[in-house]
């Protein structure tokens, strides 16, 4: 903070931080104002019975202008600084009612023949302390305020009963270092305030970049970086997420392990780049083919996982073929797959059931597995689905093709008939 001769410099704010400063600090400043007007007013009610004593002549005139003119001036004051008014209205009205107090107490003594108006004058420098120290008032309204009091001080003095150039010089050694140390205080306690908003603010702007980095990292720690779908840990996050806020939704629940058809082949042959671009590409396909309740994850490498939770087994099928054809229709070339396939395909493993629970899930994971080796196995480009026969004890058996009729026994996976393309 830069000083001049040792007083620190009224740190700089924009407008908005201007405004942003008065409304915070209208509370506690509304708070200060009402008890300093209270207090203030109190002592200079109560400084009649020195009118009394010291200057008997003006008794009258003294209640009057005290109790007649600033007791209702400061009411209204109170009924002002109470109601929802910008706080530096408040300021200026407070400031306000103090130099009209002063204009009184000037009135009374210059009505008054009385010698003791001159040792009753030295008074004069609790006005300069009210405006500047009880009400703890902004520096540049205090300035403003201080050069208005001086100036109508300094004008009255004049006309005192018995006032000479001497007495004028002997009241300056005392009003002029009260004025200096009172608009220094004041403009300490306003720089003061004001770093301290300064500072509060900066720290809560800080705070908050830091919780937005936070959160950055805690998306980024569940976020596959390239296809930018949840990883594995994005994976455990969601479903502890359903087994807590819907319990009822994890009991039937859709699995389906996605893997990308001769993806090393690919990789080497047209280079990691080109590898790159169709992961991202295939994340964008399987994420326009799922329902918008899905989970799709990159598991790992070329593989995949989708999890759709509160969904029939019905859908099963539906859905694989839905993502085997999202990713076909890509028609991303693959001349290394040394197979009938000449494009970027997908094969899928799916598998229906609960996973409430963290052995029910790894169940689910293991029986989507198997079909998508048996996917695999079966030339790729298909789906296998594990349908769940644990309730009734079957076995599990070998699928037969879609479409066609059942060669008798249990069934346990289904697969869709793979798909051959036109030369």
């Known amino acids: 903070m830069k000083r001049w001769l040792g007083i620190p410099a009224m740190p700089r704010m924009t407008p908005e931080q201007s405004a942003e400063f008065f409304e915070h600090r209208a509370t506690v400043r509304t708070h200060m104002l009402k008890t300093a007007v209270i207090s203030v007013s109190l002592f200079y009610l109560s400084c009649y019975l020195f009118d009394v004593f010291l200057l008997g002549d003006v008794t009258f005139i003294g209640g009057v202008l005290r109790f007649g003119v600033i007791l209702p001036l400061t ?21 306000g009612v103090a130099l009209a107090a002063n204009i009184v107490w000037c009135v009374i003594l210059l009505s008054s023949n009385s010698p003791s108006v001159l040792s009753y004058f030295y008074a004069a420098p609790t006005f300069q302390m009210a405006i500047t120290l009880a009400a703890a008032s902004p520096f540049r309204p205090a300035l403003r ?116 058809d001769h993806f090393k082949a690919f990789n080497d042959g047209y280079g990691h780049g080109a590898g790159d671009m169709a992961l991202k590409r295939l994340a964008r396909a399987m994420r326009r083919a799922l329902p918008i309740d899905a989970h799709l994850a990159r598991h790992g490498g ?100 879609a479409g066609e009729p059942h060669s008798g026994g249990s069934i346990e996976t289904t697969e869709a008939e793979p798909q051959r393309d036109v030369a």
Request: glycine share 6%; charged share 25%.
């Open 75 to 95: 009411l209204g004051l109170l009924i002002y600084l109470g109601r929802d008014n910008p706080i530096q209205h408040k300021e200026v009205a407070a400031i």
């Open 145 to 260: 305020a201080s050069i208005f009091t001086f100036c109508l001080n300094y004008s009255a003095i004049f006309f005192l009963e018995g006032v000479t150039i001497g007495y004028v010089m002997q009241h300056l050694v005392v009003y002029m270092p009260t004025v200096v140390m009172t608009l220094l205080v004041s403009h300490h306690l306003d720089v003061e305030a004001r770093m301290g908003y300064l500072r509060a603010a900066e720290n809560e702007a800080l705070k908050r970049e830091l919780s937005r980095q936070n959160k950055d990292l805690a998306r980024l720690s569940v976020t596959d970086p390239l296809t930018r779908l949840s990883n594995r840990r994005g994976t455990d996050l969601e479903l502890l997420r359903l087994r807590n806020e819907t319990p009822e939704l994890a009991e039937s629940a859709l699995l389906f392990i996605i893997d990308v």
């Open 302 to 401: 070329e593989e995949f996982i989708a999890v759709l939770a509160g969904h029939p087994p019905e859908e099963t099928h539906r859905i694989a073929e839905d993502l085997r054809r999202a990713v076909r229709q890509l028609d991303i070339p693959h001349e290394l797959t040394q197979d009938r396939n000449r494009h970027v395909t997908i094969s899928i493993g799916a598998a229906s059931g609960s996973m409430a629970t963290t052995r029910d899930f790894d169940d689910l994971m293991e029986r989507a597995d198997r079909a998508l080796y048996a996917a695999k196995a079966d030339g790729r480009n298909t789906w296998r689905v594990n349908e769940d026969k644990s309730e009734t004890g079957q076995s599990e058996s070998p699928g037969e093709r």
